[in-house]
């Protein structure tokens, strides 16, 4: 079956970067498009970033924009984001999920971001 | 782009049937077909209800189904069952002139 697994959460500096990825399984990523969407504590659901199947065409938030760089490794089933210039309300929940007919499909479980000094 | 709009809790009776509401704009739900609900238990990922505004995927309960007017999309469960509780977020394409999705504010259901 379909597996998502975030990696790479941890607390970081204001100022400060940090590089997620998401490690997939059970279906053919290079045919899926693939999202970020990310959950502040006890808040809802705000979505970051999107890529296309074979990396050609990317959309952010713009929230996010000029600061997160979402990215893919076919060759290793891998989804990526690159988050720089980080602040406060950066802290979230980070998921990756499977683009399915024009929305995120299924989710992985999440890695947790906390920016803090 | 402003959140959906979604009442902020909603509440029923085993084998009820209740509705929530999410109301974006013409530039979202009033323009795309594809707006899609989530339920999202406590402390778990998001699962994808209804695709395209009223598109069941494989494996969830007929009991949920989704509509869609104008600018307004609903999420109806039926025959309410106590694993129904959980908090549900709609979701709306938003166009390539804003390019990315708008999620819902988010409503909390309770099984009472």
């Known amino acids: 079956q379909v597996q998502l697994v975030e990696s790479g959460g941890g607390v970081v500096q204001p100022g400060r970067s940090l590089r997620l990825s998401c490690a997939t399984s059970?279906?053919?990523?290079?045919?899926?498009?693939m999202h970020w969407v990310r959950q502040a504590p006890g808040k809802g659901l705000d979505w970051v970033a999107l890529?296309?199947?074979?990396?050609?065409?990317?959309y952010y938030a713009d929230s996010v924009k000029g600061r997160f760089t979402i990215s893919r490794d076919n060759s290793k089933n891998t989804l990526s984001l690159q988050m720089n210039s980080l602040t406060a309300d950066d802290t979230a929940v980070y998921y990756c999920?499977?683009?399915?007919?024009?929305?995120?499909?299924?989710w992985g479980q999440g890695t947790l971001v906390t920016v803090s000094s | 782009q402003s959140a959906l709009t979604q009442p902020a809790s909603v509440s029923g009776s085993p084998g009820q049937s209740i509705t929530i509401s999410c109301t974006g704009s013409?530039?979202?739900?009033?323009?795309?077909?594809?707006v899609s609900w989530y339920q999202q238990h406590p402390g778990k990922a998001p699962k994808l209800m209804i695709y395209?505004?009223?598109r069941r995927p494989s494996g969830v309960s007929q009991r949920f189904s989704g509509s869609k007017s104008g600018n307004t999309a609903s999420l109806t469960i039926s025959g309410l069952q106590a694993e129904d509780e959980a908090d549900y977020y709609c979701?709306?394409?938003?166009?390539?002139?804003?390019?990315?999705?708008?999620f819902g504010t988010g409503t909390k259901v309770t099984v009472v």
């Open positions: 999920a499977t683009e399915y007919t024009g929305t995120p499909g299924v």
């Open positions: 059970g279906f053919t990523f290079n045919t899926h498009g």
């Open positions: 890529i296309w199947y074979d990396g050609s065409i990317k």
């Open positions: 013409s530039s979202d739900v009033g323009i795309y077909n594809l």
């Open positions: 395209e505004a009223t």
């Open positions: 979701c709306s394409y938003a166009g390539s002139d804003a390019p990315g999705y708008v």
